[in-house]
């Protein structure tokens, strides 16, 4: 089976519109959710997200193409935009437009997969209300193509010239793991060398605050946005929606090493499954999380020395996720942290971000920490890295993903040899 590694990330946040600010202020514990700047929130239970500040679309679009992609394209488009760059600066032979007009087997051979958990909430939003309000000829003609969550990777090949496969992932806020794991597939099958992961999401919008709000699944402490998202914590009372984006490029590892490229780590394992238990409700005792860990796992044959968990903030995730962690490891687990504390939940682009984090993590030795520890829940007793960073030696890391439908990813990346 070939061996798969990353050679180039890139990520947008709540705290920065690249990988390298980003990375800085989640280790320093910053936190990016504030009030809700995009739209009014007055009659709104939930006011704070973690929302993406100072972002100009036409850094990514030619100014007359913006109107015909939703934000979490542009966001998508900015992200793997960083990750080929990314790659280009640390590579001996770069992965420039140029280059692949000139050698056109390459973008044949690389290809895209992309993730979003719902798309163009904000265009379905505003086209309905265009509808119902003054009728069907008021609707957008970029409407569809710009909700559409595989347009994501449609646009990224189209700006980079990318011609090999090119799939989506839709599995709610396992979509960007899955997303890695389907481009590892592919390239372990040979069908491509290289794959662009790409998830996005971009739902902070009327429709999308409402109705998680109405689910009971956010956090209310619109009083303290900074100390909302809490995660492992005695006192959290829900997640905060965050929007942003993720991108790696995965790649076959001799073709990585041919070319000179920097490797930031090898994808040694990943598992998948499914809880069947509840449409929103992870199963009790994590054991379908259980299962994708193990698989993870026993794939790797190593013990990780870090673990991004996807870590909510919600009380059944923060619970289940811990007593599936004791049980996979034999309660003698790694240390762990979520860092939805600093740029919440990003939903379907969660996955692609948490590895980007966990691959920096590894490559500059420190563990990031899990903010807003300020009360022990005795259910919830792991090393949760509280609150500040920790310097260490980090050889192989691993990252959880669980979706609402019950939809579980876990991945792990080990220092390449």
Same mark, same amino acid.
């Given at each position: ?13 709540? =705290?920065?519109?690249?990988?390298? *600010? ?22 709104f ?5 973690? @929302? ?50 000139? =050698?056109p087997?390459?973008?044949? &051979? ?26 069907? &000829? ?5 409407? *569809?193509?710009?909700?559409? +969550? ?7 090949? *189209?700006?980079?010239?990318?011609? !090999? ?7 709610? /806020?396992?979509? %960007?793991?899955h ?9 372990? =099958?040979? /069908?491509?060398? &290289? ?13 999308? +605050? !409402? ?10 402490? #619109? ?27 995965l @790649? ?18 990943? %598992?998948?499954?499914?809880?069947? #238990? ?6 009790p $005792?994590? $054991? ?10 026993d ?8 673990? #991004? ?22 309660? #003698? ?17 969660a996955?692609?971000?948490?590895? +980007? ?20 829940? $005795? ?7 509280p609150?500040v ?13 669980? %979706?609402?439908? %019950? ?11």
């Open positions: 089976m070939r061996r798969v590694v990353v050679t180039g990330v890139g990520m947008v946040n709540a =705290l920065g519109l690249n990988k390298d *600010i980003s990375f800085d202020k989640i280790v320093g514990g910053n936190c990016g959710i504030r009030n809700i700047e995009s739209f009014d929130t007055t009659d239970p939930v006011q704070i997200a973690g @929302e993406v500040i100072g972002f100009d679309p036409e850094t990514v679009l030619d100014p007359k193409e913006v109107k015909k992609a939703h934000r979490f394209i542009q966001l998508g488009l900015l992200a793997a935009k960083g990750a080929l760059q990314d790659d280009m600066q640390h590579s001996q032979q770069s992965l420039t437009n140029s280059s692949l007009e000139v =050698l087997d390459i973008s044949y &051979r690389f290809g895209i997969s992309s993730a979003s958990g719902i798309g163009g909430l904000e265009n379905i939003q505003d086209n309905s209300i265009a509808w119902h309000t003054k009728g069907a &000829r008021r609707i957008s003609p970029f409407f *569809i193509p710009s909700a559409l +969550v595989n347009m994501l990777g449609g646009f990224v090949s *189209i700006a980079h010239r990318v011609k !090999g496969p090119n799939i989506s992932s839709v599995t709610a /806020c396992a979509a %960007g793991t997303a890695i794991i389907e481009a590892a597939k592919t390239i372990m =099958l040979n /069908c491509a060398d &290289r794959m662009l992961v790409v998830g996005a999401e971009s739902s902070v919008c009327e429709i999308g +605050v !409402g109705g998680f709000a109405a689910m009971k699944a956010l956090s209310t402490r #619109n009083d303290s946005p900074q100390t909302a998202s809490r995660p492992f914590d005695k006192k959290r009372d829900g997640f905060v929606m965050g929007e942003g984006a993720g991108a790696l490029i @790649e076959d590892y001799d073709s990585a090493k041919a070319r000179g490229a920097y490797i930031y780590g090898e994808l040694c394992g990943f %598992g998948e499954s499914c809880d069947a #238990n509840h449409i929103t409700t992870p199963a $005792e994590g $054991e379908g999380a259980y299962r994708a860990m193990k698989q993870a796992l794939m790797a044959g190593i013990r990780p020395d870090y673990i #991004n968990a996807h870590g909510t903030s919600t009380y059944y995730n923060d619970l289940f996720e811990t007593q599936a962690l004791k049980k996979v490891f034999n309660n #003698n687990v790694p240390p762990v942290s979520s860092t939805k504390g600093q740029i919440g939940h990003c939903l379907g682009a996955g692609a971000i948490e590895a +980007v984090i966990s691959l920096m993590a590894m490559q500059n030795g420190i563990m990031p920490p899990t903010i807003n520890q300020e009360e022990k829940d $005795e259910m919830c007793d792991l090393d949760y890295i609150n960073a920790r310097k260490s030696e980090i050889t192989s890391v691993m990252s959880n993903s669980f %979706g609402f439908g %019950g939809t579980n990813g876990v991945v792990i990346f080990k220092k390449c040899e």
